[in-house]
């Protein structure tokens, strides 16, 4: 089942539904289904996963070793999970391809050169927001009205004071 069994046996799920054939089905069709909530009701997902080689991810294990400010990036289970590197890379290949949607893309970030990383994702997350064509209200003239109003509302101090004028809206 996956990768580690026993992580999904502690969420207390029923024994039928954690050995259920299709249980990664549904579980895969719940992602789905919140994310197209979401994105029928305004909001807009964008999913990175970074994939980083098994080469480059020894790499860093070993710089957290050797650089004392990174000692407790490191313990036993980094070293011993990267013996599941097959499993883990089919679970989340399973993952990506039944989760991503023309609605709630997965991009495949290669995190190797973790500068080209944060560039891609920069790039991605820019034209994400340069789709929605978000603007600012604009101000007319029966608003600026109403601004001034406020201003001069606003120019009293509690006690009835006038406080000197400041530039008008």
Not at 7 to 23: G, M, N, V
Not at 53 to 67: G, K, M, N, T, V
Not at 80 to 91: F, G, H, N, S, V
Request: net charge positive; aromatic share 6%.
């Amino acid at each position: 089942m996956r990768v580690h069994r026993e992580i999904l046996e502690a969420e207390r799920l029923p024994e039928e539904s954690i050995d259920a054939k299709d249980f990664w089905a549904h579980r895969y069709r719940s992602i789905t289904d919140l994310e197209i909530h979401l994105h029928r009701n305004g909001t807009r997902i964008v999913k990175f996963f970074l994939h980083l080689s098994p080469e480059e991810q020894r790499r860093r294990l070993l710089e957290r070793i050797d650089d004392p400010h990174k000692n407790w990036k490191l313990c036993l289970a980094d070293v011993q999970e990267r013996r599941l590197w097959a499993r883990y890379t089919k679970a989340y290949e399973e993952c990506l391809g039944a989760t991503s949607t023309a609605h709630a893309p997965w991009y495949v970030v290669p995190a190797d050169d973790k500068r080209n990383a944060r560039l891609i994702v920069s790039c991605v997350l820019h034209e994400t927001m340069r789709a929605l064509k978000m603007s600012h209200p604009s101000v007319d003239a029966s608003r600026r009205r109403e601004l001034r109003k406020l201003r001069r509302l606003l120019v009293q101090d509690r006690l009835g004071r006038r406080v000197p004028r400041r530039e008008t809206v």
